[in-house]
């Protein structure tokens, strides 16, 4: 992200590389961290910092899109929220269904687009 110059231009091309990104993920190597963590405290606490690093990200991202607060926040959280189903529910070789799936949110992000938003 820092050589695209994430942040610093069009939210939306912000947006398309976290989407483009999250594609790339080792989505199969993710479910198994996942699933450990729940069995070792160190490992549950680098994957709580990992997941509130992207959170922080996305969010960032969003809301220069979506100016009302609430709104920013609830999308980032469904945004995670199907990361992780994707990954806990064995989807790393369905990788079309989970790309339609993450232009459906895209779709909802913009519509909630504000012209504020920046």
Do not use: C
Not at 11 to 16: E, H, V
Not at 42 to 63: C, F, L, M, P
Request: charged share 25%; hydrophobic share 40%.
């Amino acid at each position: 992200l820092e050589a695209r110059q994430f942040g610093g231009g069009d939210p939306g091309d912000d947006i398309a590389a976290l989407r483009e990104l999250t594609l790339s993920l080792n989505h199969a190597a993710e479910a198994a961290i996942r699933s450990w963590a729940g069995n070792n405290h160190g490992v549950r606490d680098a994957v709580e910092r990992v997941d509130h690093n992207r959170i922080r990200t996305v969010q960032r991202a969003i809301s220069r899109t979506i100016s009302d607060t609430r709104k920013a926040e609830v999308m980032t959280s469904l945004g995670m929220d199907m990361l992780v189903g994707h990954q806990l529910r064995g989807g790393a070789d369905d990788m079309d269904r989970f790309s339609a799936v993450l232009d459906e949110f895209l779709t909802l992000v913009y519509s909630h687009r504000t012209q504020q938003a920046s």
